[in-house]
Nanobody, 128 residues
Framework: VQLQASGGGLVQAGGSLRLSCAVS????????MGWFRQAPGKEREFVSH????????YYSDSVKGRFTISRDNTKNTVYLQMNNLKPEDTAVYYC??????????????????????WGQGTLVTVSS
């Protein structure tokens, strides 16, 4: 199983980036997907979650209204569109896949234990 995150980079505050995570080695449409991030010196934190069909979306309060998660089950890829970026969004962003046989609520979606596979991360740096 491989999760390959890409799209990170350096952007000025107020700018936008679109992260992608290409997944292989599993039945993508059977997995819920999540994005987490870890800033220097801080713990990993939940960013966003999307259900298998894309019908259920969750966001952390810190990114709600600025970030949008989506997925394309024909391309085995999950995306994170990040708009109005702030310096505090600077972090390594990780995508993750979880095989969930039941509906996932926010508490489960935001827990790292829900996810079975993780990507290597892509660095996002937002300058002020």
């Amino acid at each position: 199983v491989q999760l390959q995150a890409s799209g990170g980079g350096l952007v000025q505050a107020g700018g936008s980036l679109r992260l992608s995570c290409a997944v292989s080695g599993l039945t993508f449409s059977s997995y819920v997907m999540g994005w987490f991030r870890q800033a220097p010196g801080k713990e990993r934190e939940f960013v966003s979650h999307i259900s298998r069909s894309g019908g259920a979306l969750y966001y952390s309060d810190s990114v709600k209204g600025r970030f949008t998660i989506s997925r394309d089950n024909t391309k085995n890829t999950v995306y994170l569109q990040m708009n109005n970026l702030k310096p505090e969004d600077t972090a390594v962003y990780y995508c993750a896949a979880g095989e969930s046989s039941y509906g996932v609520n926010y508490q489960s979606a935001s827990s790292a234990s829900t996810y079975d596979y993780w990507g290597q991360g892509t660095l996002v740096t937002v300058s002020s």
